[in-house]
């Protein structure tokens, strides 16, 4: 931290005698008034107390669960695998993420922070999202579900992690929102996460471990941001988490109709650098006949610029902003083709992939 010096002023009466002779300070024109002196320099204002990070904890920490997994081995034996889960609902419906709780699992049960131990099940999991949602059997009564946060996320923002990671029970952590729109690639192509994923992740330099994952991000006011997903295996703080409205989404798909609907639009594209004046676009690659993207006019070579007003630069982006709108869309895209204007059109999707 800088400090900043300032010198004290000190005026001095003067003691040499008047001369009489010596022409008058005032000006013989009263009507004229001396110009505005300038205004003193601004000082720094100080910085500001750090954020109550222990009220924060308190308000989420009763929300994190541990999820612990049974996973067999060969030989009749059995291996435990421990991961954090964050509660979605008064009921104890938990939210986290598909890696946690693979379908070898022979056993899951969730641990409360009361230390309560119960057996849950699993209702879904999406491994093209890595989010799964798991309910305790029986269900619980008045436990403290998470608020997610609508508002959009600033690069910058201070947030907090909890989880449970290396099975160490409530772990706070402690950073900032390091990056957006992060994908499979960004995050180091990590073998369990599918490449045709529909990833736009937060980044944060709050730890994420093993164990972190499926735990929440959160800001200031305890909203949550994110679900801790991953880390960058070469990386000192680089952590990853499925942003919130992608995990409102999923779980409006799964609670409303059982399952996570995804979105087909009948065309592939690809990462491209062709388009004039940009560094990097979206160049479909192909289109479906009779497909959501052939009946909106959609042809090859067409550049997408962008998907519901957002500017795209990568596929991930239009993969991730269109499964965000959902089957119900419509999806508008801002689309150029050579030698043409640019010109809008409006895909009504369908169920599939």
């Known amino acids: 931290m800088r400090r900043l010096f300032v010198a004290g002023l000190v005026a001095l ?9 010596a022409p008058s300070p005032v000006s013989s024109d009263s009507s004229k008034s001396a110009p505005p002196s300038p205004p003193p320099p601004q000082r720094p204002s100080r910085p500001t107390a750090l954020p ?15 999820v612990i997994c049974t996973l067999p081995q060969a030989a009749g034996r059995a291996k435990r695998g421990i991961g954090s889960g964050t509660i ?18 022979s056993a899951i049960d969730v641990q409360y922070a009361n230390q309560e131990r119960v057996r849950a099940q699993v209702i879904h999991r999406e491994p093209l999202l890595d989010l799964a949602v798991i309910a305790p059997d029986p269900p619980r009564v008045d436990q403290a579900p998470v608020v997610f946060r609508e508002r959009p996320v600033r690069p910058g923002e201070w947030v907090v992690a909890v989880g449970h990671p290396f099975g160490l029970g409530d772990t706070v952590t402690v950073g900032v929102v390091s990056g957006l729109g992060r994908d499979w690639v960004d995050v180091g192509k990590p073998e369990d996460l599918p490449q045709d994923g529909f990833f736009s992740f937060v980044q944060t330099d709050a730890s994420i471990n093993t164990g972190s994952s ?5 800001d200031l006011r305890g909203e949550v941001l994110g679900i801790a997903t991953a880390v960058r295996g070469e990386g000192t703080g680089i952590g990853f988490a499925v ?18 609907r995804r979105v087909r639009l009948g065309i592939r594209a690809a990462d491209d650098d062709e388009f004039p004046g940009r560094m ?9 006949a009779a497909g959501p993207g052939a009946k909106a006019g959609l042809q090859v070579d067409d550049f997408i610029l962008s998907v519901a007003g957002q500017p795209v630069h990568r596929v991930s982006e239009v993969a991730y902003l269109t499964q965000l709108i959902g089957v119900d869309g419509p999806i508008e895209m801002q689309v150029q083709r050579a030698g043409e204007p640019l010109r809008s059109v409006t ?3 369908v169920e599939g992939l």
């Open 13 to 21: 009466a003067a003691c040499r005698p008047l001369d009489d002779a």
């Open 52 to 66: 109550d990070f222990a009220a924060v904890t308190e308000q989420i920490a009763p929300s994190v669960v541990s």
């Open 88 to 105: 979605v609902r008064a009921d104890g419906l938990v939210v986290t993420n598909a890696h946690v709780v693979p379908i070898t699992a």
């Open 214 to 218: 499926g735990g929440p991000i959160v």
């Open 243 to 260: 942003p919130a409205p992608m995990v409102r989404r999923y779980l409006e798909e799964v609670l409303t109709h059982g399952r996570f």
């Open 280 to 288: 990097a676009t979206v160049k479909i690659t192909r289109v479906e």
């Open 347 to 349: 895909l009504a999707p």
